[in-house]
């Protein structure tokens, strides 16, 4: 994570908090006041903040950097199960889909005979990682 990246997420953590923080604020119905327990970056772009309320309970958000290139942004969300579970199907369909697109890199030419075995090849190289094995042969 950039040096400019993490302290604008620590800036956004803590206005958060006092977001989270005021009396007044819709479905507050504890009156929490909220702050900043801990950051953690898990991405060059992403990040978890643990918020600990004033009565001991404690939130989690999944903080997301936008870098806009006139104006960079945080958004963030309160994790709970259900985004859990909807992260947890996207990881697969994400690989699906990069493994889909990674041969869309290249011209014709570049992929010619990558989607074809070692054994087809006679040879001629050792072994062709898998990823390339499974470019369309219509590229």
């Known amino acids: 994570m950039r040096k400019d990246v993490a ?3 620590k800036n956004k ?14 479905n507050n119905f504890n009156n929490e006041s909220f702050k900043v327990c801990e950051i953690m970056p898990i991405s060059a772009q992403g990040a978890y903040v643990i918020f600990e ?9 999944h903080f997301i950097h936008v870098d806009h290139p006139k104006n960079p942004f945080w ?3 309160i994790i709970g199960s259900q ?5 947890n199907v ?3 369909k994400y690989l699906e ?5 990674f041969p869309f890199n290249f011209n014709k030419k570049e992929v010619e005979g990558l989607d074809t075995t070692i054994e087809e090849r006679n040879g001629q190289l050792e072994e062709v990682p898998d990823v390339l094995r499974a470019i369309p042969k219509h590229i």
């Open 7 to 9: 302290i604008s997420l």
């Open 13 to 26: 953590a803590i206005e958060t908090a006092n977001k989270f923080s005021n009396t007044d604020r819709v």
């Open 53 to 61: 309320k004033s009565t001991g309970k404690r939130a989690i958000a």
């Open 75 to 77: 958004q963030y969300y």
């Open 83 to 87: 985004h859990l579970l909807n992260l």
């Open 90 to 92: 996207l990881t697969d």
């Open 97 to 101: 889909v990069e493994q889909h697109n």
